[in-house]
């Protein structure tokens, strides 16, 4: 087997500002891992709450990972349970989150391309018929109406999905949110609101009611995660249904919330890749949930092969390639709205020569 690396620094096109902060620009990892003469590519972006917060600790991880248990990548074949045993193993001996999507994204494209398949041909997963959502992030309204038609004019986004939980508070909120309205007017287009977990109980009450009656679809992480107890008092008269992001790490955490939640909203750096994405989707069809989708500061690479299972999945938000100034990667291209899988074999997505 062979294992090569390269840290690609990824500035965005507009800074993105959540309720914790601001992000400019991101030094993801990318990993090209070969078995058996078949090479698959995966990606990590950074992230402290899943485990690495820098290229470098999450490519020590994987390395000492691999190390200690080359017997296994040396009996590699090119079967699903492979890929799944590696997860769990990894999982087991606390590979940080992010650096395992990494290596769990590089697996599955290694899987389809010995195969000659795609991901989703593998899987024998149906096309997407959900347009993906496209973040705008906390504004003030004046930034707001610069920046709407930009992200809609000519770009076929049929979905925005707003940021709000402003460290201002929530009349700050509303003056952004009331700009969004009225700025896409002029466009056919669903709006949703993910605050990150920026409201207090007393204050996602409120707002709920209020971007209810604007024309919001859903609600993401009202509260913090470690306030999921709160949730509980939420949910009984909520105007919007509730999705959980951060709150929702692995799919043990679908059946812990499932009681207080509508919805859950996966990312491989946050779950570790395909292999528990699947997994958590499972559950949350168990429990009659919702799911969603959706991404970090991430290129094509890990975008594509997020795709590659999204006609499993009730909404989309995988737009953070289209942010990117430039995206180092080919393979997730918008049609339509429309993030389409890539039916190339594995998940069909490269790093352009130039960033090589």
């Keep these: ?12 096109r507009f800074p993105l500002a959540i309720s914790r902060g601001v992000h400019a620009a991101s030094n993801n990892l990318f990993m090209w891992l070969t078995l058996n003469g078949t090479t698959g ?7 402290k709450t899943e ?35 590696v997860y769990d193993l990894a999982r087991e001996q606390n590979v940080p989150a992010c650096a395992l999507a990494a290596l769990d994204i590089a697996l599955w494209d290694w899987l389809g391309k010995s195969s000659q398949q795609s991901i989703r041909q593998l899987l024998s997963l149906e096309l997407p018929t959900v347009p993906t959502s496209v973040t705008i992030g906390i504004n003030p309204p004046e930034v707001v109406k610069e920046r709407v038609p930009l992200l809609l004019d000519g770009t076929g986004v049929k979905s925005l ?18 700009q969004v309205v009225e700025s896409t007017k002029p466009y056919e287009v669903q709006l949703r609101v993910d605050a990150n977990g920026g409201w207090s109980v007393t204050q996602a009450e409120e707002m709920m009611v209020w971007i209810a009656e604007r024309g919001a679809d859903y609600i993401e992480q009202p509260l913090k995660e470690g306030d999921e107890e ?12 509730v999705y959980i992001d951060e709150s929702c790490r ?45 991404c970090m500061g991430e ?9 590659q299972i999204t006609g499993l999945i009730d909404h989309i938000d995988l737009d953070s390639h289209l942010n990117l100034s430039p995206d180092p990667a080919t393979g997730a ?19 352009k020569s130039e960033f090589m």
């Design 1 to 12: 087997m062979q294992v090569t690396y390269q840290t690609i620094h990824l500035p965005k």
């Design 41 to 47: 590519v995966g990606e990590m972006s950074p992230g």
């Design 51 to 85: 485990g690495a917060n820098t290229a470098e600790a999450a490519q020590q991880s994987i390395d000492v990972f691999i190390q200690e248990n080359l017997d296994v990548f040396d009996h590699a074949k090119p079967q699903p349970n492979f890929v799944t045993t």
């Design 161 to 178: 999905k707003i940021k709000l939980g402003s460290p201002e508070g929530i009349a700050a909120d509303k003056a952004m949110y009331q």
């Design 230 to 241: 709160g949730l509980a008092t939420l949910f009984p008269n909520r105007a919007l249904p």
């Design 250 to 294: 692995f799919s043990e955490d679908v059946t812990k919330w499932r009681d207080r939640i509508d919805g859950v909203n996966m990312k491989l750096m946050k779950c570790g890749g395909i292999t528990e994405a699947l997994r958590i989707i499972e559950q949350a069809n168990n429990h009659h949930l919702k799911t969603m989708i959706g």
């Design 299 to 307: 290129s094509s690479i890990s975008i594509a092969a997020a795709a």
């Design 333 to 351: 291209k918008i049609q339509d709205g429309i993030i389409v899988p890539n039916d190339l074999p594995g998940h069909g997505a490269e790093v």
